[in-house]
């Protein structure tokens, strides 16, 4: 959602989390997002920065720029790199959520996931792909059985509108968010603000127990 004008629109929908897209090599990249238009977000509305990889000082550096609330990490990034990084920000006196992503797919082993409890707030399960997401694709969420931890996560993968009602059928208290993207852009980075407005309707009269996250990117 780099553009101006399309984040204004969904700023209207009052979506829980929006993010940016700090990894080059997306076709959502937002590195020139127009900071002056971010800084008139309602304070509800918590802004992340979705990361691939990318070095402490980078990430540092779009927390300060953008002033973001989250930070998504979707790459191989490690507990120990973790654990620095929430150091860091703590140390600075900056209050900002972290996410770790994982791709999820059949081989998928849940017990790697221990490693991450103590130093990021969620996970995040997205569909598995060389791209690091952004796919459009659903993983199994049968998969999630395996999930044993207490720790809450934000799925995401591909879910559509079709998808919502099955969402019902997880049951799961862990299920903090729902992360929608692909699914309802008319090109990348630019959000069909009226299917958006539905998905948020649906969601927000079920009980998912759920917020919703809608990637600026």
Not at 42 to 52: C, E, R, S
Not at 121 to 134: E, I, K, N, S, V
Not at 188 to 201: F, M, N, Q, S, T
Request: glycine content about 8%; aromatic content about 10%.
């Amino acid at each position: 959602m780099r553009e101006g004008s399309n984040i204004r629109e969904l700023v209207k929908l009052k979506p829980d989390y929006m993010g940016l897209i700090f990894y080059p090599a997306s076709s959502r990249y937002a590195g020139n997002a127009d900071p002056n238009v971010l800084s008139d977000l309602p304070d509800d509305i918590i802004l992340t920065g979705v990361f691939v990889n990318g070095s402490e000082s980078e990430i540092l550096q779009a927390i300060t720029k953008y002033n973001l609330k989250a930070v998504q990490l979707h790459g191989n990034e490690t507990p120990e790199f973790c654990s620095s990084l929430r150091e860091t920000v703590i140390q600075n006196n900056i209050h900002v959520q972290i996410i770790k992503a994982f791709g999820i797919d059949d081989e998928f082993e849940f017990d790697i996931l221990e490693g991450y409890l103590s130093v990021v707030d969620y996970f995040l399960f997205d569909t598995r792909t060389a791209a690091y997401g952004g796919s459009g694709k659903k993983f199994s969420w049968e998969i999630l059985n395996r999930y044993r931890l207490d720790k809450p996560y934000f799925l995401s993968g591909g879910i559509g509108l079709s998808d919502l009602s099955e969402l019902k059928l997880l049951a799961d208290e862990r299920l903090y968010a729902l992360d929608i993207n692909s699914r309802f852009e008319i090109s990348p980075a630019l959000k069909d603000i009226g299917e958006v407005g539905k998905a948020i309707d649906i969601i927000r009269k079920t009980t998912y127990g759920t917020r919703v996250g809608s990637k600026t990117e």
